[in-house]
Nanobody, 121 residues
Framework: QVQLVESGGGLVQAGGSLRLSCAAS????????MAWYRQAPGKRRELVSS???????NYAVAVKGRFTISRDNAKNTVYLQMNSLKPEDTAVYYC???????????????WGQGTQVTVSS
């Protein structure tokens, strides 16, 4: 069974920083793209950033220049460094990954349980 467990959310003032972590555990053969999504109250879930196994990154326009995604393939972990946080960054942040649990099965998409990030003005 594969699990994604996020940590690092919390309450921070505008202009502050937080670092989110997401560790994949369980039966893992390989991990392809890892990503962070967020969902604010009353809004649709949106892609924040993604990173490939080779380290190619992608960012939403709203966070470009403020957020940095990285991953440690040896630890099956993805990080999101969030700087210059704004109240509009307030949301539940979800980790997402395409994971192959063994060489016999295809990649499946997994979600973490989410971690709350609240930015006060």
């Amino acid at each position: 069974q594969v699990q994604l467990v996020e940590s690092g959310g919390g309450l921070v003032q505008a202009g502050g920083s937080l670092r989110l972590s997401c560790a994949a555990s369980g039966s893992i053969f390989s991990i392809n793209v890892m990503a962070w999504y967020r969902q604010a109250p009353g809004k649709r879930r949106e892609l924040v950033s993604s990173i490939t196994t080779e380290g190619t990154t992608n960012y939403a326009v709203a966070v470009k220049g403020r957020f940095t995604i990285s991953r440690d393939n040896a630890k099956n972990t993805v990080y999101l460094q969030m700087n210059s946080l704004k109240p509009e960054d307030t949301a539940v942040y979800y980790c997402n990954a395409d994971i192959q649990s063994s060489w016999r099965v295809p990649l499946l998409n997994y979600w973490g349980q989410g971690t709350q990030v609240t930015v006060s003005s």
